[in-house]
């Protein structure tokens, strides 16, 4: 396809069927019924740049529901923050499904690791593949994982609650991996005080999570909402982990001081269990992925 009803270009690596035959089918229903997806599936076209159309739409609305940032949503349109969004799934995919690369484009193999991770339609969270609540054996709330761009809230039983799309430091003003804890909440009013005090504006959001190292140790990082929305997905941050801001309320709600936090720089971190790989389908009643 060259412009999607689709707007792609040849894929970069399509392997085709063992017996040569038809594709196997797409097991997930929100996929499963969209025939614009068939040319990706079997190799033919990808996903990219300037794509439009009802296969756009479904992969950006499983990202979101996978939560990853993608800001505009779900609007069937294939540009930057989609580009972007597809990416941050690429790097987390790769780590389970070793034919995705990270390329920014949706190719068959992404298509398949899609497929595989996101929950069916309507429900939010992801099915597999999730870093273990423990950090060197230490039970955890929230596990914010860099590379990906995502953040992690699980219950105090270890449950999935909720999954987030974030931002993080630069390579000059990085975010430090490691173990925290919660040392303090700042509301709305505080938050928006001190974010005048610091940087002359509402830059925080309308929460505020600050952090210390677990050992109580100043970390100089906190967990808080945002004024530009457009970079959560990005290495863009001074050291902070930065939310879209409905995002940082749920955050701010769940969590309390004392809870710690693990911030790693990929799901495959050594100081972490192994990624969780449910036998069965996990409740995802309660779970939620925001934009």
Not at 32 to 44: D, N, S
Not at 94 to 101: I, K, W
Not at 108 to 136: E, M, S
Not at 185 to 199: I, M, P
């Amino acid at each position: 396809m060259t412009q999607d009803s689709t707007g792609s270009s040849p894929p970069p690596t399509a392997a085709p069927p063992p017996d040569g035959g038809e594709p196997e089918p797409l097991g997930n229903e929100r996929f499963a019924h969209v025939p614009e997806l068939a040319p990706v599936l079997a190799g033919k076209a990808t996903l990219g740049s300037g794509a439009k159309g009802p296969a756009v739409r479904a992969v950006q609305q499983a990202l979101i529901d996978l939560g990853f940032s993608l800001y505009g949503g779900a609007d069937g349109g294939f540009g930057p923050q989609s580009a972007k969004a597809v990416r941050n799934f690429q790097v987390h995919a790769r780590t389970a499904f070793p034919q995705v690369r990270a390329h920014a484009t949706v190719d068959a193999a992404t298509l398949r690791a899609l497929d595989a991770l996101t929950p069916p339609p309507g429900q939010k969270g992801q099915l597999r593949h999730l870093p273990a609540p423990r950090y060197q054996g230490t039970a955890v709330r929230v596990v914010v994982v860099k590379n990906e761009h995502r953040t992690f809230l699980f219950t105090p039983e270890g449950q999935l609650q909720a999954i987030f799309g974030n931002a993080v430091g630069t390579r000059y003003t990085q975010t430090d991996s490691g173990l925290k804890k919660v040392t303090g909440k700042l509301d709305e009013a505080a938050a928006h005080a001190l974010g005048q005090k610091l940087w002359g504006g509402f830059v925080f959001g309308p929460r505020l999570v600050d952090l210390s190292w677990a050992n109580g140790a100043r970390s100089g990082e906190e967990l808080h909402g945002t004024n530009a929305p457009l970079q959560l997905g990005e290495d863009v941050s001074h050291g902070c982990i930065r939310h879209d801001n409905t995002a940082i309320i749920a955050l701010y709600d769940a969590l309390s001081v004392g809870d710690k936090v693990a911030i790693v720089d990929s799901i495959n971190d050594p100081h972490l269990e192994r990624p969780a790989e449910p036998s069965g389908k996990p409740d995802l009643g309660t779970a939620v992925a925001s934009r």
